[in-house]
């Protein structure tokens, strides 16, 4: 579009041309012979690289000139023809340092600026700090524009309209970089007014939408336009997969999965606008602490894992209804250990341990991420820590909590000591289950002169023990062990 509009200016410039001489025209009067001819020669230079330096060499030569602002505007559009963007920002800077109100220059430069913004890179920031206060004085002035009396009804209306769609669309990026996302979503709908294909604005704005809170639900169908139209324009699928993977994400986010989204984007590629807001059929995904309240709501506390309960618990002071599902989760930890008189026993994940302390984790999450939720004061010093990383038994009285950062503190620690186990004798079915379990007679053997039996071995046991796999081997241990 910036290219478009400097071959306006340039075309409205070529139409007429300045004279030596006073007559009852329009048309500029140059007086000065020489100065008439530096203009017509550099004017009339076929290559546009070296008509833009004659250009700029006169308005140096001649500051004063009725036509100084004529010449750099000249100069400004030979640049593009040549396609040096960088002489075009050059020349633009130099016409807004005598003429700070010049409109063609401010949307030139506004323009030129939000391309080298959307590339990215160290040029980026820079360049929208120059746009942004351009763009917001170009929507002032605008609209007091007069038509230049060498300018068309119809380039002036052209023009007009693609700087008023320069300015709206730039300052709808400087506002949703500063995440004034209402005053973004005004902008870039007023731009897309005057040109609805606009890829930049069109995405832009879908992330204004999508950025709101609440979220405007008019942004979906925007970032789905958005991939339909760089499929379309761009020549690379970079673009398409940036723009995909943004809008699928929200809608993700927003919806829970990703049911719909593929219908919302082929909907767009052939719609022009958005449908009626009540149209849209997008229920929003419950939210964590909406989660946490329907869990009490459809479950008992008693029921629920150790990790519901520390999840409803986070969520403790997200609102009143959330609230009451904790005080139901604590009430229910604190009947299981009947007010402080019993102890709970639970698996934890060594993080860190002194003979007074262990700083742990409970669930599977924590476990994982070596992240503390509980941090246990021991009733007694510990005479061997244990190791960080180990998983340990722990029995004590959960005394409470915080929920964020969720950390339970738990009193009256111990170590769980389980019960050596009773090495009591094997009975026949004991082998026998043991035989048809895979255990193979050598080891079963091996077990039997461990434990010993209490059985005695007749022929009708030695029938039923030799179907069920022994061996002679197996069966003279048994022999042995009940002698």
Same mark, same amino acid.
């Given at each position: ?6 071959? &306006? ?20 009067? +140059? ?17 546009? &690289? ?7 060499? /006169? ?20 640049? *593009? ?26 949307? +030139? ?94 995405? *832009? ?46 809608? &993700? ?98 993080? @860190? ?44 009285? +959960? ?8 950390? /339970? ?7 769980? *000591? ?8 094997? @009975? ?11 255990? &193979? ?43």
């Amino acid at each position: 579009m910036i290219f478009t509009m400097l071959a &306006t200016v340039s075309a409205a410039f070529c139409t007429q041309q300045p004279t030596l001489r006073k007559d009852n025209s329009n048309q500029k009067v +140059i007086r000065d012979p020489a100065e008439y001819n530096a203009y017509m020669a550099a004017l009339r230079i076929q290559d546009p &690289t070296q008509r833009g330096a004659a250009m700029e060499a /006169f308005a140096r030569n001649y500051p004063d000139s009725i036509v100084y602002l004529d010449a750099l505007e000249q100069a400004m559009a030979a640049h *593009q023809q040549a396609g040096n963007q960088a002489k075009v920002l050059e020349v633009g800077r130099h016409i807004l340092e005598t003429h700070p109100h010049n409109l063609r220059a401010q949307a +030139i430069i506004v323009a030129i600026d939000r391309g080298t913004a959307a590339n990215g890179g160290p040029a980026a920031q820079a360049a929208m700090k120059e746009a942004c206060p351009y763009a917001q004085r170009g929507l002032e002035e605008l609209p007091r524009w007069q038509r230049p009396e060498n300018m068309s009804e119809a380039d002036f209306e052209s023009l007009h309209r693609q700087m008023m769609d320069i300015f709206a669309g730039a300052s709808g990026l400087c506002a949703l970089q500063n995440k004034d996302y209402a005053n973004a979503r005004t902008y870039f709908e007023r731009a897309l007014q005057i040109d609805s294909n606009n890829l930049q604005n069109v995405y *832009q704005l879908g992330v204004a939408d999508l950025e709101m809170n609440p979220v405007d639900l008019n942004g979906f169908w925007y970032c789905a336009k958005a991939i339909s139209l760089a499929e379309r324009q761009s020549n690379t699928q970079q673009p398409v997969n940036r723009i995909a993977d943004y809008c699928k994400s929200k809608y &993700t986010s927003y919806h829970g999965n990703e049911e719909g989204w593929d219908g919302i984007v082929a909907r767009a590629a052939t719609e022009r606008v958005p449908p009626p807001k009540d149209a849209w059929n997008i229920n929003k995904a419950p939210t964590p602490a909406e989660l946490a309240v329907q869990a009490v709501r459809d479950n008992d506390p008693a029921n629920l894992s150790f990790s519901d309960w520390e999840f409803i618990l986070s969520k403790r002071d997200a609102s009143t209804a959330n609230k009451n599902a904790a005080d139901k989760v604590w009430q229910t930890i604190q009947a299981k250990e009947k007010n402080g008189q019993a102890k709970l026993k639970l698996a934890i994940k060594v993080i @860190s341990a002194t003979k007074d302390t262990i700083h742990a984790a409970v669930t599977d999450e924590n476990q994982k991420a070596n992240r503390e939720d509980i941090e246990v004061f021991m009733e007694k010093p510990i005479s061997h820590l244990p190791a960080a990383g180990s998983i340990i038994d722990i029995m004590g009285v +959960i005394q409470s909590y915080t929920p964020n950062p969720f950390k /339970f503190t738990m009193n009256q620690g111990a170590l769980f *000591q389980t019960t050596p186990a009773v090495h009591t004798q094997l @009975s026949e079915p004991d082998i026998e289950k043991l035989l048809h379990g895979g255990v &193979t007679p050598k080891r079963a053997a091996e077990l039997v002169k461990q434990k010993g039996v209490d059985f005695t071995l007749d022929d009708a046991t030695e029938g039923r023990l030799r179907e069920a796999g022994a061996t002679d081997e197996l069966l003279l241990a048994i022999t042995k062990a009940k002698k």
